[in-house]
């Protein structure tokens, strides 16, 4: 029984992953994961540590994935209806950034670089036209881009200090708290002064007189 027990977890598993219905939401999490996240985190640490290998490495694999994410935005409506399609994306993900195997280099080499070598020129064209019609297009809106820039800040301010309320509110203070500390002060010294009465005068000493 207890044998039993313990195999549960991992059959369950199992059946996840290889339940293609039933598990979609689990493998995009964890394509986003795989193929986002940790490449994120792994360049930052190749910028940081200035290591022109692993700069890149991840300079291919972006160069990969982007190609990847542009290509799925035209067959993902028709290849996620497939069986095990995320699985194979997961797997093709992993597949690009492992450094055993190296998919983003040998994807990069043998597909991308002679591909965009033979349609260099073509493309700078095309990338050229595009900025210019950017240019065109901010310095035509400048006015409404930096309205919306100011509303934006305004608005992140303003955010900002709803939270900043919520977990560190304000502690208030009362107005007269120099009062209120100084108040009980002086009513024990009069109540003091009434029982003690008068404070008595001292008498001078002969020799003061004489003087």
């Known amino acids: 029984m ?19 219905l039933g598990s979609n939401i689990v493998l995009r999490t964890a394509s986003c994961s795989v193929g986002v996240v940790l490449p994120v985190y792994s360049t930052f640490k190749a910028l940081e540590s200035r290591n022109q290998d692993e700069q890149q490495r991840w300079l291919l694999y972006w160069a990969a994935y982007g190609s990847f994410s542009i290509a799925e935005v035209f067959t993902d409506k028709f290849l ?15 597949w690009l950034q492992l450094p055993s195997v190296d998919g983003a280099k040998q994807l990069y080499m ?33 006015g409404r881009l930096q309205f919306a820039k100011t509303l934006l800040m305004k608005i992140l301010g303003t955010a900002t200090q709803v939270v900043g309320g919520i977990f560190h509110p304000l502690q208030s203070k009362p107005s007269g708290g120099s009062r209120s500390i100084e108040g009980p002060t002086g009513r024990e010294e009069q109540a003091r002064s009434e029982i003690e009465g008068p404070t008595p005068l001292v008498p001078h000493s002969e020799s003061e007189n004489d003087e």
């Not at 996620?80 to 992993?94: E, I």
């Not at 260099?120 to 901010?138: H, N, P, W």
Request: some cysteine; proline content about 6%; overall charge positive.
């Open 80 to 94: 996620s209806w497939f069986p095990l399609y995320y699985h194979m994306k997961l797997a093709f993900l992993v």
């Open 2 to 20: 207890a044998a039993f027990a313990s195999d549960m977890p991992s059959e369950v598993g199992l059946r996840m992953l290889l339940c293609p």
């Open 110 to 142: 043998n597909h991308m670089r002679p591909f965009l070598l033979r349609h260099q020129a073509r493309l700078d064209q095309i990338m050229g036209c595009l900025y210019s019609e950017m240019t065109k297009f901010v310095s035509a809106h400048q």
